[in-house]
């Protein structure tokens, strides 16, 4: 009697340790499968940069409001300046003024436009700007910096090419002269050197 109930207790022993190796070996692969779900689930991955998508694209639609009520303001006031000229340039004339006159003078005006055109778009070139970056500063905060100063339109643009170029995380600190129409990268690699 004393060996059945010793091979009774060698199976009950035998069968806790099974049992318990089972539940070891199944909360081991509902973790890996839990943890595998995550990373190939397509609803996972997709919802977290929609969001960083829509703040990104609400950035991007304030900033090109901005940019248009500025355009806007500027064209009306370009247009008013050009009224002005207009009505000193018919006043001067007086009432018996030809056709032709006024043709002449839109076209003095036209080439005077372009003339100023150009010059503010040499002088945006020539034009260096200088940014201070703070010691600490994160790859978006910078970004927002150089929005600020003018020299980048879109941050989110930007920093998807600091990702690509790998280099969203070896900007440095410090105060840089960049010119006001250099690209993304120029200016990327300036603040990374």
Avoid: C, H
Avoid at 15 to 20: F, G, L, N, R, V
Avoid at 164 to 175: D, I
């Amino acid at each position: 009697m004393n060996k059945f109930l010793e091979k009774l207790k060698d199976l009950l022993y035998d069968a806790t340790d099974y049992i318990i190796m089972l539940v070891v070996v199944l909360v081991v692969a509902g973790i890996i499968g839990w943890r595998l779900e995550i990373l190939f689930a397509e609803d996972g991955l997709d919802k977290e940069p929609q969001k960083s998508k829509i703040v990104a694209s609400d950035k991007v639609d304030k900033n090109k409001e901005k940019d248009d009520e500025t355009t806007k303001k500027d064209k009306d006031i370009e247009e008013n300046k050009d009224k002005q000229d207009n009505e000193k340039d018919d006043k001067n004339k007086g009432e018996n003024e030809k056709g032709e006159d006024k043709d002449l003078n839109k076209d003095k005006n036209n080439a005077k436009d372009k003339k100023d055109k150009d010059k503010k778009d040499k002088d945006k070139k020539d034009k260096v700007i200088t940014v201070s970056i703070p010691e600490g500063s994160v790859s978006d905060e910078i970004a927002e910096i150089l929005l600020n100063d003018g020299l980048i339109k879109d941050k989110g643009d930007f920093l998807k090419t600091a990702e690509n170029l790998k280099l969203e995380t070896k900007l440095k600190p410090g105060k840089f002269e960049i010119k006001a129409d250099s690209t993304y990268e120029e200016i990327l690699e300036i603040l990374s050197k």
